[in-house]
């Protein structure tokens, strides 16, 4: 399980971080997708892998970690997610906006000389 | 009044004035006049009353907890100097008030000039009342800034803009290195109070320390009293209206300099070091100053030098080390300040009424002005240090010092000599100052006919003259006690005896003085010739322009040196950032690493679950694919990570986060949808076309490639490393613990978002309702690219297959293709909207709540745009997305206010169970309204970002050159 989940981490941010070098903003765009993802499930891994056994106590009980899993991690991603969406809108109507007023998609408003 | 509503009243003052002029009419000279003055002299009788408490080492304090955990207090201090310097700025300041009345035109904007002459005032009571070093460098760095604002004030002028510039440049560096030198000194005593500072001169005289600071300190205190080498912006200040320049260069701004120096005498002085940089910087001010003030053809800049010349004075004899120099040395605080605030604003006098301050062009004024005359010449006569006025004392109090010997060193030598030479350099300035201005024959020419100035113009200069001939005369009922307050309280117990008498016998001293008088009139005498050539400045030295050096160095290091570097060093390219961006990240990450070893405990159960391997087999596939295809094929891609992003969803459900897995999958389609929207305002890209492949391009793929792959492989065995040990004990039991018994919810991540860490969300809905706003604000007025303009290729042929025969409207194909899903899509309107509803109840128990709700209805309302159109929907709905933003931030925020009515902290959740009919035993938490808050807003936030791009593709664009007149819809109002 934590193999696999690692592995899927590190190409999801490899895949990530190649795009977010890459000259086209909606490269970058794809690539800070993926590597939220990449990064969402890493802190969600920090919490340790449970299966079966969601944060969702049983009425009038207070629980503990042994039976549950760790619902901190949880919380903090669910607002990232949230977030992340917003970022990304701000990200895409900015570059829209920059594409109209520059002619260009390139990530510096202007293509290379090169 | 107590002594906290003395002090505290006396500092704030001032700024509440300053406040209220600013708002006044722009005409109403006198209101602000009558208000300045008012505030003033209520400042005043507010100092005069702490006179008592301040008598025989007395001191005054308040203190508030500032920040107690840095050991910082808020500390208002008043001891007899710094009652003597609050007396000089509100006194003095009272009287340039009601003389600036006069001064400034009608034209002048004087709601700016007092309001901006209030905060100064009240900035310097500020450092004088400081009660803690860091409080007294912050009001410290506010008279800077209000003296630049002052200074400036005719900022139509370039000369003013200059001037001012220069001033802040010049004391604003001096202040940085005055706070570096504080915290210095803060860090030896181990407190930054001042009562402790001043207790332990001992040790910070021994401190390894000291030096730095000291050196620190001087160049905080130096550049404010204009002294040599950084005399030269002082002249420069000159282009300030006159009551400024009276009030600055008296009584405040440049006495701050001197302030700081003998408040931290007992602290810092007594030391070679002392007495080398100060006394020989003020030696030198002293000379250079009094020389070049002979020279100057302009009254207010002769009085400039003459001003660095006392400051040189003071500062030397704060410099001397000895108890009976620093008496001298505040006796001269005070008497600087009085004559020299009656020159200026005699001169100021002068400029009104005659229209030049050019002394070539002045010319028998005693004729025309024989009152302001008779008062110039007292206040020049006192410069000169003429017996009998208040100059004279403290000069002979100087000169006696100077005799003393102190340790027999050529400079100490010479002492006397240089003193005496100076002294004639100040009698040969004041001479001429007098001399050429109210003598001679009448001037011709002037550009007004020269008459004596209102009369209340005149009065604070009267005041300041009568001040100076009664100090002068009888010194030992004047200003004796006021004296001994303010020495004592920098001296203590080891006050020297002096005496303030007038006449001490035939003495040395006595002798220098006569010597300085005759010498003075003499080198006036022969350099007169030399003077009415009308060449401005002293010989050799006027070629010697300190301010373009100045300007030079300015230019030099802050322009050529910084674009160098920057040329060197920075970069536009965001790709070359973000390549060093993950470089340094990577570098950080190693450095941690570095002398220890990734410990991965490889006992951990290797269990491998075939479905998740191929789950993220699938996953992985899907990320490279995307990472491959993002550049030419900009759909599929989208859909791969689409893909990617259904992989963690169902990863998230896997491991017991359904929470996650349901926010996931929803933000995933809603992504998809905004990206879909996006991509038609991006430019077509054909493979094949633009990929010259050369050998540059394909190294720094290949570097990129490295990058990645060093990034992934490096985050995988992280994470693999964490997971592969046991967890250590976090907070996560407290809310495991507390879910249900305090927050009243079973499921437990809903209850730490709306419940503990309710703040938090509260700031994350507000930072996705201020995204929103601003693709909202960015859009409105959108310009899309000119390739982008023209309808897509496909609406073409769509719209030329329904123009074809037979005849359909257009757009008739597109709701043909979907006319089944459409209705379906409409008629699950309804239905989604139920079950946004269901999922935020349960939300506090089961998964679900306001994020997934908010995300789910958005993702209802988007359907139905899709299946419609645009325009369908919004003549069937009223959307308005931003009024949700705001009822749904209302409404959270009003949760948590609520909690103060029943006298509990901001956010205080409070829960309770009900039996509802039907539905049966339901949560009644208040936090499940704070939820509510967060789904509007979500709704709102996610609805008005999608629209907003939507809208783009039925609004009517204008191409950057035509302009046409079209008010496109916008997507917040319709």
């Known amino acids: 399980m934590e193999i696999i989940l690692a592995l899927g981490i590190g190409v999801l941010a490899g895949s990530g971080v190649w795009l977010l070098l890459r000259p086209r903003t909606f490269q970058v765009i794809i690539g800070l997708t993926l590597l939220s993802y990449a990064v969402n499930l890493f802190i969600f891994a920090m919490g340790r892998l449970r299966t079966g056994a969601p944060a969702i106590l049983e009425v009038d009980r207070s629980g503990d970690l042994t039976h549950y899993a760790d619902p901190l991690p949880q919380a903090l991603i669910l607002t990232a997610i949230v977030i992340s969406f917003a970022t990304t809108a701000l990200f895409l109507v900015v570059l829209l906006v920059a594409r109209g007023l520059t002619g260009t998609d390139h990530v510096d408003g202007a293509e290379r000389e090169s | 009044m107590s002594n906290a509503t003395l002090l505290i009243s006396l500092t704030i003052l001032p700024f509440a004035g300053s406040l209220v002029a600013a708002f006044l009419p722009a005409n109403a000279r006198n209101i602000e006049a009558w208000l300045s003055g008012l505030i003033a002299l209520s400042a005043l009788i507010l100092t005069t009353a702490c006179y008592w408490s301040v008598t025989a080492g007395g001191v005054m304090r308040y203190e508030a907890q500032w920040l107690p955990t840095l050991g910082l207090n808020f500390i208002l201090r008043m001891d007899g100097f710094a009652w003597l310097f609050a007396m000089l700025v509100t006194g003095i300041g009272l009287l340039v008030v009601l003389y600036a009345r006069y001064y400034m035109s009608p034209q002048d904007p004087v709601p700016r000039f007092f309001s901006f002459f209030l905060a100064f005032m009240g900035a310097m009571l500020g450092v004088v009342l400081a009660g803690n070093l860091i409080q007294l460098v912050f009001f410290w760095e506010l008279t800077g800034l209000f003296s630049f604002l002052l200074i400036g004030y005719w900022h139509h002028r370039a000369g003013a803009r200059d001037g001012a510039r220069m001033a802040l440049t010049v004391t604003a560096t001096g202040g940085l290195c005055l706070l570096a030198g504080m915290l210095i000194l803060g860090h030896v005593v181990g407190s930054y109070d001042l009562d402790e500072v001043l207790a332990a001169g001992e040790l910070i005289r021994s401190h390894a320390l000291y030096l730095p600071a000291l050196i620190l300190i001087l160049l905080g205190a130096l550049t404010k009293s204009a002294q040599f080498p950084f005399h030269f912006w002082l002249p420069q200040a000159m282009v300030a209206p006159t009551p400024v320049s009276a009030y600055l260069h008296s009584a405040t701004l440049v006495k701050a300099g001197v302030f700081l120096l003998a408040r931290l005498w007992p602290a810092l002085a007594g030391t070679d070091a002392w007495l080398w940089i100060v006394g020989m910087s003020g030696l030198v001010t002293f000379v250079l100053g009094a020389y070049l003030a002979i020279f100057q053809q302009d009254l207010k800049g002769l009085l400039a030098y003459s001003t660095i010349s006392h400051l040189g004075l003071i500062t030397l004899l704060l410099g001397l080390n000895t108890p009976l120099a620093a008496v001298a040395g505040i006796f001269h605080i005070i008497n600087h300040a009085t004559f020299k605030a009656s020159l200026f604003m005699g001169a100021g006098i002068i400029d009104h009424e005659t229209g030049t301050r050019d002394i070539r062009r002045l010319s028998g004024l005693y004729r025309f002005m024989p009152i302001t005359a008779t008062l110039a010449m007292v206040a020049a006569a006192a410069m000169a240090g003429v017996p009998l006025l208040n100059g004279f004392l403290s000069k002979e109090m100087f000169f006696a010092e100077t005799i003393a010997a102190h340790d027999g060193s050529l400079v100490d030598q010479t002492l006397p000599l240089v003193a005496t030479l100076a002294g004639m350099f100040s009698v040969a300035y004041s001479l001429r100052f007098i001399h050429e201005t109210f003598f001679g024959p009448p001037a011709v020419a002037l550009p007004r006919v020269p008459h004596e100035p209102p009369r209340w113009m005149r009065f604070p200069v009267e005041l300041l003259v009568v001040a100076c001939l009664v100090v002068g005369i009888i010194p030992e009922l004047t200003v004796g006690p006021v004296l001994e307050t ?134 992985a596939t899907c990320a490279v694919g995307a990472a491959c295809l993002a550049k030419y094929h900009r759909l599929a891609a989208l859909i791969l990570v689409g893909g990617a992003g259904l992989v963690t969803s ?52 290949l570097g990129d490639l490295a990058l990645a792959l060093v990034a992934g492989s490096g985050l995988s065995l992280l994470a693999y490393a964490v997971m592969s040990r046991p967890a250590p004990s976090s907070i996560s039991r407290f809310f495991l613990e507390h879910a249900y018994t305090e927050g009243g919810g079973t499921n437990v991540v809903n209850v730490i978002l709306v419940d503990f860490r309710g703040f938090d969300t509260l700031g994350e809905i507000t930072v996705l309702g201020i995204v929103a706003l601003a693709v909202y604000a960015l859009l409105r007025r959108f310009r899309p690219a000119s390739d982008s303009i023209d309808i897509p290729e496909q609406q073409r042929l769509q719209n030329a297959r329904d123009a074809a025969p037979p005849l359909r409207p257009p757009g008739t194909t597109l709701t043909d293709y979907l006319a089944i899903p459409a209705v379906i899509m409409q008629l699950m309107f309804p239905f989604i909207g139920v079950l946004a509803m269901f999922l935020l109840i349960r939300g506090h128990n089961l998964p679900g709540g306001g994020f997934i709700a908010g995300i789910t209805m958005t993702v209802g309302l988007l359907l139905l745009y899709i299946a419609g159109g645009i325009r369908w929907v919004e003549a069937r709905l009223h959307v308005r997305p931003v009024r949700w933003i705001a009822m749904g931030l209302l409404l959270a925020a009003g949760t948590g206010v609520g909690a103060w009515l029943f006298s509990y902290p901001f956010l205080t959740s409070y829960a309770a169970h009900a039996e509802l009919p039907v539905i049966g035993r339901a949560p009644l938490a208040s936090a499940l309204l704070f939820d509510l808050g967060v789904f509007v807003l979500v709704v709102g936030a996610m609805a008005l970002i999608l629209l907003a791009l939507a809208h783009q593709s039925i609004r009517s664009h204008r191409t950057p050159s035509a302009k046409a007149t079209v008010t496109p819809p916008s997507a917040g109002e319709t």
């Open chain 2, 486 to 619: 303010a020495a004592y309280a920098v001296l203590g117990p080891a006050l020297p005896q002096y005496n303030l008498a007038v006449w001490h016998g035939f003495t040395l001293p006595l002798l220098m003085s006569v010597a300085a008088l005759l010498g003075g009139a003499l080198i006036y005498r022969l350099l007169r010739e030399h003077l009415l050539g009308g060449v401005e400045g002293p010989p050799l030295w006027r070629h010697l322009k300190s301010q373009h050096i100045f300007e030079r160095v300015l230019v030099t290091v802050s322009w050529r040196w910084a674009g160098a570097l920057k040329n060197l060093l920075g970069t536009r390219h965001l790709q070359v950032q973000l390549r060093l961006l993950v470089g340094t990240a990577l570098i950080a990450a190693l450095w941690s690493l570095y002398g220890r070893e990734l410990a991965v405990d490889h006992t951990a159960s290797p269990a491998l679950d075939p479905a998740f391997a191929l789950l993220w087999t699938v996953g």
């Open chain 2, 650 to 701: 169902i990863t998230f459900v896997w491991l017991s986060a359904p929470d996650l897995a349901l926010t996931q999958l929803l933000v995933e389609i809603v992504t998809t949808v905004l990206i879909l929207l996006g991509l038609r305002w991006l430019p077509k890209r054909i493979e094949g076309i633009d990929s010259g492949a050369r050998l540059r391009i394909r190294a720094r793929r």
